[in-house]
């Protein structure tokens, strides 16, 4: 009897079928930009949904490493709008969220910075708990 990979690990080729198609999905990100329904719906479910950000922090990151500044930017402004209309979990998730795009594309850091700054009524420290783990900006 001849084992395949399918046989040992069945999730084998749907995770790798899940990469391809991350890949496939970055790709165009990269080419086309992130477009404005995109972001707001992505920010949207972060602030709103309590689980998003944990289950799906690895293509989240994945999204922001493919975004270009403009897109970033875009990102950073779509979440300072909706952050205000959010409870305090919802925009400490953005601030996670905000953390991790201005990992990925580093040209945002001063924006991602001045949003955290406004919500510091919100979520006191938030904006030195973030210069402890991203740095200054500049």
């Given amino acids: 009897m001849s084992r395949t990979y399918r046989d040992i690990w069945p999730g084998l080729r749907r995770r790798e079928r899940k990469r391809e198609l991350m890949e496939v999905f970055e790709a165009r990100l990269r080419k086309d930009g992130a477009s404005e329904p995109l972001v707001e719906a992505l920010v949207r479910a972060i602030a709103c949904d309590d689980a998003f950000l944990k289950v799906h922090f690895r293509f989240i990151r994945s999204l922001f490493c493919a ?15 909706v952050a205000g209309g959010t409870s305090r979990e919802g925009t400490a998730r953005l601030a996670e969220a905000l953390v991790a795009l201005a990992r990925a594309v580093p040209s945002v850091l001063p924006e991602v910075q001045q949003a955290l700054a406004a919500w510091e009524v919100k979520l006191p420290g938030v904006q030195l708990k973030t210069l402890s783990v991203l740095g200054p900006a500049g």
């Fill in 67 to 81: 975004l270009d500044p403009e897109g970033a930017r875009a990102t950073v402004g779509c979440a300072a709008r």
